[in-house]
């Protein structure tokens, strides 16, 4: 079943990701396209790296993320929602993973939840910090709108730390049950 399918392919996916970091984690920089056999987007190997891309663009999206255009396609029909952790945000949680998924021909989202953005950078790039109950209708939210942009009609949550917990209050509380096929933490 199709269902089943994307829940293994990104189960696998998010295990290499572990075993990727970890390996490069003694290793140098951001690995390319090429490195990797992927062939759009470069993968950022460490959460340093991570870092390093919210240094240099604060507030910003993980390569192959939130490109509110991508449609899906058959074989991906549903589109990955990255749920990052405490003190993370959409960038620096997901700078391996994000382009590894597009890479893959997923359409790949992710959103900086329960973070104060009325505060300057860089005190606004910690997410997670709100309540878990406002974190969750800010996710309900953004899955609205991966849903209305993209057409499909549920979606698969990825989730790190905090990002596994605060969704399962989402599809169990707010209903997202109805817009979630696949949630993997």
Known sequence: DRGGD???RITAAVMGTAIVAAGTIMGSGVASAEDTGAQQYPLAPTFLDGIGMELANPGGSAPGSNDWSCEPSDEH???VILVHGTAANRQDNWAYLSPLLANEGY???A???GNYPDLPWPLNAFGGLKPMEQS???LSVFVDEVL???GAEKVALVGQSQGTLMPTYYLNRLGGNTKVRDHIS
């Open 107 to 109: 359409c790949v989202f």
């Open 136 to 138: 969750a209708a800010e």
């Open 111 to 113: 959103l900086t939840y």
């Open 148 to 150: 209305e942009a993209t």
């Open 6 to 8: 994307v829940l293994r």
């Open 77 to 79: 029909p549903d589109p």
